[in-house]
Each structure stands twice: as structure tokens, then as C-alpha cells.
């Protein structure tokens, strides 16, 4: 089972960027597809942005051509680079790991971790 620790929320205003990361111990990282989520007030938590053990990537609509996720194998660290940020994007983002890339995409997961908040304003 892997661990999970989310970092590089803040305070941006629109237009911002912001990289947020996912380090993982506990286990063989490199095996797992990786997914990042946010949940805003009110609203259910929502996937927006998924990468699997091989690089093959999947995004939200809505941050289509403005978020990138990526992996770097050797640091055991999933990122999720965030350009062009509206306040629409305000939200706690988190990430989870499941080796089936099915799962990811459902986001079903029975635990979380805390997450790290997006506040996207002027």
C-alpha cells in the first residue's frame, strides 16, 4: 500500500500558476496509476487530471490545455502543474493511487489524505 502526502497549495490570483505534488512512499510507486481530485465547497470531489504507470494521461473538461500532470519515477512524486487558474479552480485538491487506472477514474477510494487547498482570487 502506498502513502501519500499532497503539497504546493496557496493563495494565487487569476491568471496564476501553481504546482502542487504528491509524494508517495510505502511502495513500488512506479506500478501505480495516479489520480489528482478537488472538492470545492459544496460540491462532490471530482477528478482533474489521471496518469498511468506508462505516462498515458486523461483530464477534466474544464482544465483541458491549462493543468499537466506528470510523474518523475525517481522521486516517487506525482505533479500537477496549473497554469491560467480562474477562481472557478478553488478547491482542495488530492491525490490517490490504485493500480488499476479504472479506479482511478471512478475515484473510488475508501480514505483520503488531508489534501492541499487552491484559493484561486483577487
Known amino acids: 500500500q502506498v502513502q501519500l502526502v499532497e503539497s504546493g497549495g496557496g493563495l494565487v490570483q487569476p491568471g496564476g500558476s501553481l504546482r502542487l505534488s504528491c509524494a508517495a512512499s510505502?511502495?513500488?510507486?512506479?506500478?501505480?496509476?495516479m489520480g489528482w481530485y478537488r472538492q470545492a465547497p459544496g460540491k462532490q470531489r471530482e477528478l482533474v487530471a489521471a496518469i498511468t504507470s506508462g505516462g498515458s494521461t486523461n483530464y477534466a473538461d474544464s482544465v483541458k490545455g491549462r493543468f499537466t500532470i506528470s510523474r518523475d519515477n525517481a522521486k516517487n512524486t506525482v505533479y500537477l502543474q496549473m497554469n491560467s487558474l480562474k477562481p472557478e479552480d478553488t478547491a482542495v485538491y488530492y491525490c490517490?493511487?490504485?493500480?488499476?487506472?479504472?479506479?482511478?477514474?471512478?475515484?473510488?477510494?475508501?480514505?483520503w489524505g488531508q489534501g492541499t487547498q487552491v484559493t484561486v482570487s483577487s
Open positions: 490517490n493511487a490504485d493500480r488499476e487506472r479504472a479506479t482511478i477514474l471512478a475515484g473510488d477510494f475508501g480514505s
Open positions: 510505502g511502495s513500488i510507486f512506479s506500478i501505480y496509476a
